[in-house]
């Protein structure tokens, strides 16, 4: 690779990674504020929240890459327009198609990411993500055992703890069972403990008393007892069987999809070959904004008032590929063979890159003057 475009090259990846570092950064907290609020007030350890927060972030790396593929692209671009390296090496006769070659070279870098992370590391880390959020929810303990707040196990079912000693003693229990249609028992104890069954968890109530009002009579009973097991797993409802969807398919899977495929994911199948065909267009969309956002600024001599009409342009035609690409998300997987459609943005998008570095080599050619 020549010096050049080492340098250009060079230029383009170090603003990129710092782009991408930002903007990952600011995504990526601001869902683990609303993660953490949810997995620790559920009773999850810390340990937990760090391996949801590391799952999510493959999907989040590849939402903002080719947003901060963009910004570093007419950063730089706009830098060196300003400070007259570009318009130097224009003079010294490099075509705007010469000097787009380094980002090109940039957008397939971006291109090789975006590929190992939709092809791979977003489906991997979707079902390992999935995994254990069905291991959460089949945990019993993690479910209900909450120290100070009302839950509900079951339809007319409330529990109530108000400690949890270091020996995971229920201290103070409260149990409302109002199932039956005409009678409402309530239990008490002074402790309590989960045990599991074959039928699923139990909760064995020590030192306590049970409350029985007959709603037809009104008549109430009462009796203490020194320890009672009520069966939580009758009322628990069996996890129903995880069904994998379209983001935790292989791209082979996607591609080929077979009727229980169809039948497990709930999509149709010229959905799921869509779904496939966009994890092929994501990097070429890659290539497409870097190569855009240049060929707008290039458009531009030097001018000390900046490049903000070239800026401009270049995020209005920004707007119009994704505005194009979220036609084709909504459009092609209802039609068959509308896996085509994934690939209308990149393909535009180059088309306008052409058109842009054409324009911009044109009026860079000396115009030929009147004998």
């Not at 401009?312 to 039609?335: D, F, H, R, S």
Request: hydrophobic residues 50%; aromatic residues 10%; charged residues 15%.
């Amino acid at each position: 690779m020549p010096r050049i475009d080492r340098y250009l090259l060079s230029q383009f990846l170090q603003l990129f990674g710092f782009f991408a570092l930002v903007l990952v950064g600011v995504y990526w907290m601001n869902k683990a504020v609303g993660l953490f609020d949810q997995l620790i007030g559920d009773g999850q350890s810390a340990l937990v929240f760090v391996e949801f927060s590391l799952l999510t972030l493959p999907l989040v790396i590849k939402l903002v890459l080719p947003i901060a593929t963009f910004i570093a692209t007419v950063y730089v671009t706009n830098r060196m327009m300003t400070e007259s390296e570009l318009v130097v090496m224009q003079a010294t006769g490099f075509s705007a198609y010469r000097l787009a070659r380094p980002v090109l070279y940039f957008g397939m870098v971006v291109g090789v990411l975006m590929a190992i992370l939709g092809h791979a590391l977003v489906p991997a880390s979707r079902s390992a993500l999935e995994s254990a959020r069905a291991t959460i929810t089949e945990n019993i303990t993690a479910r209900y055992l909450t120290e100070g707040r009302f839950t509900h196990p079951a339809p007319d079912v409330t529990l109530y703890i108000r400690d949890i000693s270091p020996q995971g003693e229920l201290l103070d229990l409260f149990l409302a069972d109002n199932r039956a249609p005409d009678m409402r028992t309530t239990y008490t104890a002074r402790k309590a403990l989960f045990a599991r069954g074959d039928a699923g968890p139990k909760l064995i109530m020590l030192d306590g008393m049970a409350q029985a009002l007959d709603t037809t009579t009104q008549r109430l009973s009462m009796t203490r007892f020194a320890d009672f097991t009520f069966d939580l797993g009758a009322l628990l409802k069996a996890a129903a069987a995880h069904r994998r969807g379209p983001s935790e398919l292989t791209t082979a899977e996607l591609l080929w999809p077979t009727q229980n495929l169809v039948e497990e994911t709930g999509a149709q199948a010229d959905s799921l070959i869509f779904d496939a065909h966009i994890r092929f267009a994501e990097p070429l969309l890659a290539i497409c904004v870097t190569l855009v956002g240049f060929g707008a600024l290039i458009l531009g001599g030097f001018s000390r008032f900046g490049l903000w009409r070239q800026i401009v342009l270049a995020v209005a035609l920004l707007i119009l590929v994704q505005g194009l690409n979220t036609a084709a998300a909504e459009w092609g997987p209802k039609v068959a063979g509308g896996w085509v459609l994934a690939y209308l943005a990149p393909l535009i998008g180059l088309g306008m890159a052409w058109g842009l570095l054409s324009l911009a080599g044109r009026n860079r050619r000396p115009q030929r003057g009147w004998a």
